[in-house]
């Protein structure tokens, strides 16, 4: 028989615990809801756009009464319970109805909190947290003209904002010096201040309140220095308090909320409790990521898992308030201990502050452009060492660029046609769409549902933009660490670890001793396990060729029309007439649409059907070519100019390094794709300085670079250091190599990874300590020689995977031969 499961609280934790528990476990329970709101589950966060007017009710609804009825879930709306009887399992609303339960969450919210002075409880006092309190405003903006808000946070400036787009008169009424003082400092909360005054918005600082005025209804408010101001309707906008009334009265262990421990279980064992009423390690959270969060938890063990625990949350806040884009995270005050640096573009409404303790981020502030927002938070987060990019941190993300979006309310200027991630050709209207049609509020959300920023990772502080430009409010926070995806609560560093400290060799055997949550993980995290297994282990693990990306699997690039493109290697962009002369019997025998030289100087033969692949390989490797890996997360090309042997500026002879480079890392598994280039000069005609290591010769030796990425995205490389040998230059080359692809996460390209670490950490690894150099360039030699075997000759000439290369119908019918 299934279990009774019972939810107080119809809001948005609560309904995602049922979302989760329905995800892993939907027939474990009969499942009963009470809500004290006459609605499905709506989107707090949006209640500002209805009450501005650019929303309706039903626009904001997460899950109407249809959900729950297709899901076979009892909803009782419009009942508020007053009672839980814990030794009878039994909760009792108000008008009578009960529900017995086996298990019961508690999600009661939280109230807002009314200053109490005389007055406070006339007619015309309202909250701002529920439908019912916007309908009171909309209808008191129809009749009056005059309303007072007390309260400067964001729920006070969002009300005013909405009052005064009903055409009301707002005084915003605020007991602190600045705006916003939990999110803002000092500065940013004056500019935000005179951008709302711009606006007609008025405010009254260092007010605190003595009375509300009025007999029957509310007439003004009178202040602790005699002042009064007129009022017809008085939103109070104060702050927030965990609801535990019900808890407490039930006799459920609270303090500042309901006590929870990390399963949100609380003190009674069949009583769950999850979102703002919550207190979790002495911590209340109000932003949805955390209480998500939780949900998730809380389901977790509900469907009796048991592997699931909440940590808590290291939170940034990400806003919009009014149409101004705002971040906060960390102290961003600072204190005696800490400096400041700081920018500030009054003429643009730009603001940011960065404080650094010892080189490492404790806070920030941004106003206007909050773009790297979510990079400065994983600085602070990561604790990372800033001294190598400190002259041009805040400029922001220099790797990533902004494909020409910068600058404040870059979201909001977009048009719903306007691309956003070119990796997925997904664009900001498909963004929109997806977040308030499905009740989206995280990255990972918009990430899973339309692809956004899920790849190069480039769009990501765009996306964020969109979000908090599309909700209005507060989004999200950011969880302390980043899950590698949905199958674990594990991050890639604990994978890592995990893989390297336990000796495990194949994706079975981590899935088993990480407790995955899925029997077979998913297209994100196999792909990932198998790199990081054969990048610690190559002589030990099994390559899975299907836990590869398609491009891997077939090992040539599919094209938008279905046949691929064939690269052959082309050591360091050197040719001869009969490598010339083979790929042109290639192309003309197997009538190859295009052909096409590279920028990474080579030869591409475009559209070559699937079937033809292995015929084409087979010639190719007869004539002496090897892959060229162009479509793998593996070494590409080493791109080089002619140096010494022809050019009169060449120093050295860049041709013959890039080719003993190319010669010795070929083949090489990486997180990512990985280019290398040898300039024979300064004047760096190969492009040195924007790959993933870069040689730039000079009279006494080699300049080696790291960490440049070109493409879309232009990051220029960090000088790693000057080597004066060939060897010397290759064997720093293979160590960086090898610490690349042991410490960074899969689908990391160099260029982030670098300014994760940081320089410094990599100098200190490879330039700094000889013998970890040494033994960084054995590992990397010892794992080259279990890769370096041509796999288009391995398939063209000794039949591996041949199944793969065949037509569906042939292989049937070879089957039943």
């Not at 279990?3 to 119809?10: A, D, T």
């Not at 400065?376 to 400190?390: C, G």
């Not at 593996?634 to 042997?645: F, Q």
Request: aromatic share 8%; net charge neutral.
């Amino acid at each position: 028989m299934k279990q009774k499961l019972v939810l107080i609280g119809n809001g948005m934790a609560g309904v995602r615990t049922l979302e989760e528990l329905l995800k892993v476990d939907a027939d474990k329970y009969t499942i009963t809801v009470f809500g004290a709101e006459p609605y499905g589950n709506y989107n707090r966060i949006l209640l500002s756009p209805v009450l501005a007017g650019e929303k309706t009710v039903n626009d904001i609804m997460l899950n109407d009464e249809q959900w729950y009825a297709d899901n076979g879930i009892t909803l009782h709306k419009g009942k508020k319970v007053i009672d839980i009887d814990r030794r009878g399992r039994k909760v009792f609303a108000s008008d009578g109805t009960t529900a017995e339960y086996d298990r019961l969450i508690l999600a009661t919210g939280s109230n807002p909190f009314i200053i109490p002075v005389p007055g406070s409880n006339l007619h015309g006092v309202v909250s701002f947290r529920d439908i019912h309190d916007v309908d009171t405003m909309l209808a008191a903006s129809r009749e009056f003209k005059n309303a007072v808000v007390i309260g400067g946070g964001l729920l006070g400036l969002e009300a005013a904002n909405g009052l005064m787009r009903q055409g009301m008169n707002v005084s915003v009424v605020h007991l602190p010096p600045t705006l916003m003082e939990r999110q803002l400092d000092t500065e940013a909360g004056r500019m935000l201040q005179k951008s709302l005054e711009d606006r007609g918005m008025k405010f009254l600082m260092n007010a605190d309140t003595q009375a509300i005025l009025g007999t029957d209804k509310v007439t003004g408010v009178r202040f602790k220095d005699g002042s009064e101001v007129a009022a017809d309707i008085v939103v109070m906008a104060v702050g927030i308090r965990p609801n535990i009334e019900l808890a407490k009265k039930a006799g459920i262990y609270c303090e500042r909320g309901i006590v929870v421990d990390d399963t949100m279980l609380t003190y009674d064992p069949r009583v769950y409790a999850v979102g703002e009423c919550v207190q979790h390690r002495g911590q209340a959270y109000g932003l949805v990521a955390p209480l998500f969060e939780q949900a998730r938890v809380c389901a977790n063990h509900l469907a009796q898992l048991g592997y699931s625990r909440y940590l808590g949350s290291v939170t940034s806040t990400k806003l919009k308030v009014t149409g101004i884009d705002l971040f906060s995270a960390g102290n961003f005050i600072g204190d005696d201990s800490t400096e400041n640096i700081i920018m500030k573009d009054v003429a643009r409404g730009v603001y940011k502050k960065i404080v650094l303790k010892n080189n490492r981020i404790q806070g920030a502030v941004l106003y206007g452009d909050t773009v790297d927002g979510a990079w400065y938070f994983q600085l602070l987060r990561d604790n990372t060492d800033i001294s190598d990019i400190r002259d041009h941190l805040m400029f922001g993300q220099s790797h990533l660029g902004d494909s020409g979006h910068s600058g404040k309310n870059a979201a909001a200027a977009m048009s719903d046609a306007m691309e956003v991630c070119g990796c997925n050709g997904v664009c900001k209207g498909d963004i929109v769409t997806a977040i308030t049609k499905k009740g989206l509020f995280t990255l990972e959300d918009v990430r899973a549902h339309t692809k956004a920023s899920s790849s190069c990772g480039s769009c990501t502080g765009l996306v964020e933009q969109i979000l908090a430009s599309t909700l209005g409010g507060d989004y999200s926070a950011a969880p302390a660490a980043t899950p590698l995806c949905k199958c674990t609560d594990f991050t890639h560093d604990e994978v890592q670890k995990a893989i390297q400290a336990q000796k495990l060799i194949s994706i079975r055997q981590t899935m088993d001793y990480l407790e995955w949550k899925t029997p077979d993980g998913c297209a994100k995290c196999r792909p990932a396990l198998n790199y990081y297994l054969i990048a610690y282990w190559p002589g030990e693990a099994r390559d899975d060729p299907q836990s590869r990306f398609i491009n891997e699997r077939a090992h040539a690039n599919i094209q938008k029309d279905g046949t691929y493109s064939v690269i052959p290697r082309m050591w360091g962009g050197v040719t001869t007439p009969a490598e010339l002369r083979a790929i042109a019997d290639v192309a003309e025998k197997y009538q190859v649409p295009t052909v096409k030289v590279t920028g990474g100087q080579r030869i591409d033969l475009l559209g070559v059907k699937k079937e033809q692949l292995v015929s084409v390989w087979a010639d190719l490797s007869k004539a002496g070519f090897v892959s060229g890996h162009a479509y793998g997360k593996a070494l590409r090309t080493v791109k080089t100019c002619v140096g010494s042997e022809w050019c009169r500026f060449g120093t050295q002879d860049s041709t013959g390094l890039g080719i003993r480079l190319e010669e010795v890392t070929w083949g090489s598994w990486m997180p990512h794709k990985f280019k290398m280039a040898v300039s024979g000069c300064p004047r760096n005609c190969a492009e040195a300085t924007i790959k993933d290591f870069g040689v730039v010769c000079v009279d006494s030796g080699y300049e080696l670079h790291v960490g440049g990425n070109g493409g879309v995205k232009v990051r220029a490389t960090d000088l790693l250091c000057k080597v004066s040998t060939e060897k010397q230059a290759i064997e720093y080359c293979c160590a960086f190599i090898q610490l690349y692809r042991e410490h960074a996460h899969y689908l990391e390209r160099t260029a982030p990874w670098i300014e994760r670490v940081g320089l410094t950490y990599v100098k200190q690894q490879i330039v700094d300590d000889a013998q970890n150099r040494a033994r960084l360039y054995e590992r990397f030699l010892h794992s080259q020689q279990f890769v370096q075997k041509d796999p288009w000759a391995e398939r063209a000439l000794g039949g591996i995977e041949a199944h793969e290369f065949k037509p569906l119908k042939q292989v049937v019918q070879d089957q039943i031969v």
